[in-house]
């Protein structure tokens, strides 16, 4: 493990590599504990560059065997060979081969990055410097080179060898009981890109044909007998590569693309040039097994891995500070995928919800940074949700602003201009200006501040000039290494909504640019007035939320409880009832802090009875809208000084509330309606069941007495895992009297599946129970818990610290003791995902002063550790900024 102060990595500091690596030979010979790795690297120093300049080459706990240079054996004085590096002190002028030998032992690679074995597979994550692990390398991802790669293994314990590209040649070895396979990849890539798999696999298989009537074979490699449940995951892959021809005009371009889950990944996904190694989590899924929001994460991530082929793959990052140009452009791209797949705006919604959940705390505390960073120690902690949903939000801001047809023919001429290419976001943004003829200078300040402007708008209605005028504002909040921001351009889509509920058309609009319906906001402050407008209107800003801002538009309850029933936007007709949820939250936390009165606003109640009533609403918005701003959103929105006691007590005081309001509808809506019907996996189908589920939550939280005996039957009758998913987390979170039986029936039912038993453990590490944190220690002693495999840590640790406020947050520190020990418990044996629970305490000064101290408290002890991971002491560090 990297336990060193690791010197910060700096944008400005960029050069490009000395020497080219045109080819890549690899001959790889596998066992669990010592495989074999013989690199045939074809070098060529870079124009300009001075002959005899030393080669460098990256390693990480590489263990070295041998080198060659042209075929022969090279004097030790010649290099330097150890753990961390490779360095050839005088290599030749001209274009010369160098042969290294390293072995690597994939059982004792717990940090899941290089070569490693799931379940007795073998496999590899190269993203972000993973490949120097398997042997030394220009292990950056401006090294593009044509790879060819011989797998050799033991033909019982891998019958299955899979690598990057077409398979070329494969065969027995006589007289052994070894056999090989080739494969050659013939387009240029990054050693970040570079996989191979090898073992005991079934599979699953089916074929594409694209729009050029290249016929592509595919197959989804599984552990035996998991295959039946790749089905969604294969249409998902279909329809993706589909979408990519009429969208963006994409094809796909080799013989074969190969999809292996594996159970053991620190991540979701990755997309290696046709051979995306994923988390099982995000292929297998059953209506026995597996939710909605299971279905609808495969599809996106499916889809995310497979669009990364031109986003990402053809066209990579120069350096790892150019990280969003792949990830913001390919989630943009899963984005409207998902859009065009189901509904759009339900979709929009669920984004804005993650991005606010995510992003916003991230932007907003210790580890802010920009979209393209400038500044690093450990790459691994800068995928994060700024990277990826930021980053997607800053090209859907470039849409918004060129048009589709002025976005389309930028991305056109990004696909022709840089294919093949290593670039940068510089590169991006020129395709655009160049496409649309436009000025992306301010733009471009997306990339490099960090933090969410907070947007206001006032408005004022002047009747006798019928004229309406918006005061807008733009700011950004003091961050560290950021004590000032400069305004950025922040389109604006809006309406003027007359009384009748339509639109209302301005003859004229001054002091802003706008297009179509679309204001561009540009300066800190702006004043716009609407011409022509002959009554009072109600303006509905950030329509589809159109830019990542805080916005705050000063709106009454009249207005907001109007755009809750008649905007026709309807991202923002869901946004007027979070407002109006969050502002009555937040007087409720008040009172409840002071022990005052719980009591709802009935005009508030009113709302929700409204969108039960309104039969004209798709299933799956009204469950969007019925639900309430999580304890989480409302702790941010507060700010400082967050009781998560009072938070808690609010939000349910809220619930039980609308839930006695409207007891009768809530009624008419339970699961039974749905249950009759065979499962379907569309939209749909999981809108009317997230809308029984919403249902079932608000009838228990009213406290009718016939509740507990309503979720129990909803959970036995369940014919599907959102439902009985559902069902269970109520009877858990409410501790209902079935608790305990349903928790064991759910284990006896799904205990051979470890992603069932994931969502076990999950609903049992939320419980908001008084004794929660006793709950989920005493659980990580059962059986089925491992600390090992990230996905079963997640889904008990991470997902208590994460969606456990009250008892994270607990005021007697203990909550945090807690994670900090499973963290340090961790790091040694995977850093990565350590990290990755680290990061659960960045918003930890917005908490009232007991609990930041106990927070801080645990924070040091980590930093106090003697021997912490490069990852945890960059976080940490940056948590005690
Ligand atoms: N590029 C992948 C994400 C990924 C990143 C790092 C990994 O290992 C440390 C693994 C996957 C994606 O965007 O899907
Ligand atoms: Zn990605």
Redesign the pocket.
Known sequence: MRTDTAAAIHLEDYQPAPYHIDTVDLDIHLDPTATQVKATLAIRRREGVDPGTPLWLNGDETAFTGLALNGEALDESAYTANERELVLHAPPADPFTLEIRTWVNPDANTQL?GLYRSSGNYCT?C??E?FRRITYFLDRPDVLSVYTTRIEGRKEETPVLLGNGNPVESGDIPGTDHHYAIWHDPHPKPSYLFAMVAGNLAHISDSFVTSSGRKVDLKIYVEPGKEDRCGWAMDSLKRSMKWDEDVFGCEYDLDVFNIVAVSD???????NKGLNIFNDKYVLADPETATDQDYANIEA?IA??YF?NWT?NRITCRDWFQLCL??GL?VFRDQEFSSDMRSRAVKRISDVRLLRAHQFPEDAGPLAHPVRPRKYTEI?NF?TATV?EKGAEVVRMLKTLLGDSGFRKGMDLYFQRHDGEATTIEAFLTCFSEAASTDLGQFARWYEQAGTPLVTAKGHYDAAANEFTLDLSQSIAPLPGQPESLPAVIPIRFGLIGQNGEDITASRITGAEVRGDVLLLTEAKQKVTFHGIGQRPVPSLLRGFSAPVRMEAHQSLADLTFLARHDSDPFNRWQAVQTLATQELIRLTHEARKEGSLEADDRLVEIFGAILADRDLDPAFQALALELPGEADIAREIGKDVDPDAIHAARTAFRAAIGAAHLAAFHALLPEATQDEDFNPDAASAGKRALAAQALGYFTASGTKAAPERVWHAFQRANNMSDRIAALTILVHQDLPKAGQALADFRSRHSCNSLAMDKWFTVQATAPAQDGLERVKALTAHPLFDMTNPNRMRSLIQAFATGNHVQFARKDGEGFAFVADCVMAIDPRNP?VAARLLTCFRSWRSLESERSKHAEKALLRISAMEKLSRDCRDIVDRCLQ
Do not use: L
């Open positions: 990055s994550q993203e972000a993973g990944f620190n991540m979701g996904a990755m997309e991530v995310h891995e990364h990402g792949k990830e390919t691994n995928y990826y990565q």
